[in-house]
């Protein structure tokens, strides 16, 4: 073995010998390789977190390094550590340096916020209130639970009640009780404080709606001999019962929710409901509470007008625009387009009134730009410069959208139109409002009690049609930022509208609703939307006839089949119809509403949300 080794030995000696002097080789020349510890190249940090890259070098003897960034020095370390206190992405160039040469390789960075958990929870604007002795599930929507160390905790009057997501609270006792979630992960701690109110009952309430979010006014309005339906909104029962009195005189036979009433004379009219909750003997009392016969009884003034419907209209003059001349109200829904500020949606960041938002509104439609109307329920309202008589021709106006058919099933956002004529005169959409009937519109008096649940709108092809929900109520909460925008509907459902990664403002929930939670009403029509199970890509297929911002027969000539820019769908003012479906007969209109009338989500896409370019008076423009 000794000597193996020693023969070794002498052998390196002499091959090192030989290359001393060049004898037999030379040394391999080589510049630098640079290997990533990266396969694509792209690094995430949060904000705030030392960032580390540790590349692997060849042939890097001696080398000298430079990591910069749009040309400033970095580091000169071969391994980059660095911090970033602010959200964003950037590319980085790293090259090495050798005597014999050099190499480069660019990477990207994106510096990502720190993400603790965001927390949801609805609470009513009278505050959230639980009867005695009963289980209430309070169940937030929380995001970025996924993250590493999640936690939970539920805390009531100071004690932790709780470390699930769920947290059912029951007390015996009346009165009122703090409760604070605290949520954390490895970004940090987010805590979300409210109250619960015990009570012996429920605080029912009656009231009659305004004809907008932004009126305040509960009059109606009406000429002799036509009527107006009454229905007043509910809060809190479960088994209501309806008396209906017109001036102190009961109405022996109105006993239903929705109570026709038709003055055949000019004057005002006082027209009252008793509502009264009244639970069948038969139902067991589960909520521990004793059966009581509650009563509640909230009044509405009708006017009937001493002109005639003829007298209110405003005849057109040569001198009258074809187009839109004014936008009265913009409520849009939650949604991805609502509060974003880029140049595509046009919102620059001031628009915290109903006033700013209308001033926006009239900017975008005057550049014929869209306006999105946001989830169900959004809708803008505008005028024209006189009256809108049906023309005679196939269709009277025209609403302007973007929708378009594609072998995959295209884009389609269904508005529905609502119109209204100037009745008491004084130039204000706060009169009767007549939905045109659509293909998806319907009546059927499901629960035999007058609360008509699928019914008519100005006439669209769904009509009679199963799953379209008459006097439908979505009420919107505001989110925490950066979070979806969660609702509850009129028929006991939950969700939320969604943000996603494309429209990162703080809110989907508009700027300038300062309350934390608004209720919109309509008709909501069946979604048809869908998902290809082969490709992915999601689909808003049309409807047949009636909506805005959907390519059904109604679809006028002209506008991009590609992308949907100058689409337009014309409608008539024989369509409108009263609460029951019965046609309306309107000589003329004054205002037209839109209203989006879906409540569904298509994956990536975000939201359904009808979108509004423009209104004409197609008896001035000709254009069909």
């Known amino acids: 073995m000794k000597a193996f080794i020693f023969s070794i030995l002498v052998l390196l000696f002499f091959i090192t010998s030989c290359n001393k002097n060049d004898v037999i080789t030379e040394e391999i020349k080589q510049a630098p390789i640079i290997e990533l510890d990266s396969e694509t190249g792209i690094y995430t940090i949060k904000v705030g977190r030392e960032l580390t890259i540790a590349p692997t070098y060849k042939y890097a003897n001696n080398a000298l390094y430079a990591w910069t960034v749009d040309g400033k020095l970095l580091s000169s370390e071969s391994i980059l550590k660095y911090t970033w206190n602010q959200e964003q992405h950037l590319y980085i160039k790293l090259r090495v340096d050798t005597p014999e040469g050099y190499a480069e390789e660019e990477l990207k960075v994106e510096v990502l916020e720190l993400t ?49 997501k769920a947290y059912t609270f029951h007390e015996k006792e009346l009165g009122t009780y703090s409760i604070t979630i605290r949520a954390s992960n490895i970004d940090g701690e987010t805590i979300r404080d409210f109250d619960v109110e015990v009570v012996e009952t429920m ?16 009059d109606r ?3 002799a001999g036509r009527p107006v339906y009454l229905r007043p909104l509910l809060e809190y029962f479960d088994y209501p019962q309806y008396q209906w009195q017109v001036n102190g005189k009961i109405m022996e ?30 139902q067991p009392l589960s909520r521990n509470i004793t059966r009581s016969n509650t009563s509640i009884t909230t009044t509405v003034k009708v006017i009937c007008e001493e002109k005639t419907e003829q007298e209110r209209y405003r005849q057109a003059t040569a001198t009258s625009s074809g187009i839109w001349d004014k936008v ?18 046009g919102f620059i960041g001031n628009e ?25 329920g959004g809708y803008i309202i505008i005028g024209f410069d006189h009256s809108i008589a049906p023309s005679g021709r196939e269709y009277d106006f025209a609403i302007q959208g973007n929708a378009f058919n594609s072998s995959s099933g295209g884009s389609n956002e269904p508005g529905i139109v609502w119109v209204m004529q100037d009745i008491n005169g004084n130039g204000q959409p706060d009169d009767e409002w007549y939905e045109l009937k659509g293909s998806e519109t319907g009546i059927d008096d499901i629960l035999g009690n007058g609360n008509l649940r699928t019914w008519y709108e100005l006439k669209g092809s769904e009509t009679g049609i199963d799953g379209t929900i008459q006097d439908y109520e979505v009420t919107y909460y505001r989110p925490a930022p950066r979070a979806h925008t969660p609702w509850v509907d009129s028929e006991g459902n939950s969700g939320s509208v969604d943000m996603n990664a494309y429209h990162g403002q703080e809110y989907y929930y508009p700027n300038w609703i300062k309350e934390d939670s608004y209720t919109l ?11 290809d199970p082969v490709t992915g890509y999601w689909a808003n297929n049309a409807y047949e006839w009636g909506y805005v911002d959907n390519m059904g027969s109604d679809n006028l000539v002209g506008g991009n089949v590609i992308d949907g820019s100058g689409q337009r769908n014309g409608f008539k003012i024989a369509n409108a119809i009263y609460h029951d479906g019965t046609p309306v007969k309107l000589q003329y209109i004054d205002f037209i509403k839109v209203q989006c009338g879906v ?14 370019f423009s209104f004409e008076d197609l008896s001035i423009t000709n254009n069909q």
Request: no cysteine; charged share 20%.
């Open 116 to 164: 603790p958990p965001t927390i949801s929870i609805i609470i009513p604007s009278k505050g959230l209130k639980v009867p005695q002795n009963t289980d209430y599930i309070l169940s937030p929507d929380i995001q970025h639970d996924d993250l590493e160390n999640f936690r939970i905790e539920w805390v009531r009057d100071g004690e932790i009640v709780g470390t699930e």
């Open 203 to 218: 605080p029912y309430s009656v009231r009659f709606p305004t004809p907008s979010y932004t009126q305040t006014s509960t």
């Open 221 to 223: 309005y009406t000429f």
């Open 253 to 282: 036979a109105a006993t239903d929710r929705v109570f026709k009433f038709t003055p055949t004379t000019p004057g005002e009219y006082f027209v009252a409901v008793t509502v009264t909750e009244k639970m069948p003997n038969t």
């Open 328 to 345: 009265y109200e913009f409520i849009p829904a939650p949604g991805q387009f609502i509060n974003e500020l880029s140049q595509n949606t």
């Open 352 to 376: 915290t009134t109903p006033q700013q938002a209308i001033e926006y509104a009239t900017k975008r439609l005057n550049k014929k730009a869209h306006v999105s109307l946001g989830s169900f």
């Open 521 to 531: 009403y309509g008709t909501r029509l069946t979604p048809r939307n869908n998902q």
């Open 599 to 612: 409540l569904s989500k298509s994956g990536w896409l975000g939201e359904i949300s009808t979108e509004v």
